[in-house]
């Protein structure tokens, strides 16, 4: 059973850093995908991230491309977002999401599906004050 934790949430200003990770255990090969998803206040849960434990594709939000970068380091079954510039905008639950798949190109879809995705963290929160 694959479960995945994320950390790295907290109270940041507009234009600083912040890198989340997920910890995922279960994994038993490259056959997954791996997802960040969003919920803004008052808003639906929005997938900003996808990269496939293989690295073969990727997908960005369009509103984080260029200040958001999805990566894994397998040897630690870990998934990071290092999110730069932030905006208040950002200010959201983020969630970390996977999938088991054998498909490399499952994050080079248009866009990030809450329901292709089985596995979900409980969420870490980030706040981006002007």
């Known amino acids: 059973q694959v479960q995945v934790v994320e950390s790295g949430g907290g109270p940041v200003q507009a234009g600083e850093s912040l890198r989340l990770s997920c910890a995922a255990s279960g994994l038993t090969s490259d056959d997954y995908a791996l997802a960040w998803f969003r919920r803004p206040p008052g808003k639906e849960r929005e997938g900003i991230s996808c990269?496939?434990?293989?690295?073969?594709?990727?997908y960005y939000l369009d509103s984080v491309k260029g200040r958001f970068t999805i990566s894994r380091d397998k040897a630690k079954n870990t998934l990071y977002l290092q999110m730069n510039s932030l905006k208040p905008e950002d200010t959201a639950m983020y969630y970390c999401?996977?999938?088991?798949?054998?498909?490399?190109?499952?994050?080079?879809?248009?866009?990030?599906?809450?329901?292709?995705?089985?596995?979900w963290g409980q969420g870490t929160q980030v706040t981006v004050s002007s």
């Open positions: 990269i496939t434990w293989s690295g073969r594709s990727t």
């Open positions: 999401a996977a999938e088991e798949t054998s498909d490399d190109d499952y994050c080079s879809g248009l866009d990030l599906v809450v329901d292709e995705f089985a596995f």
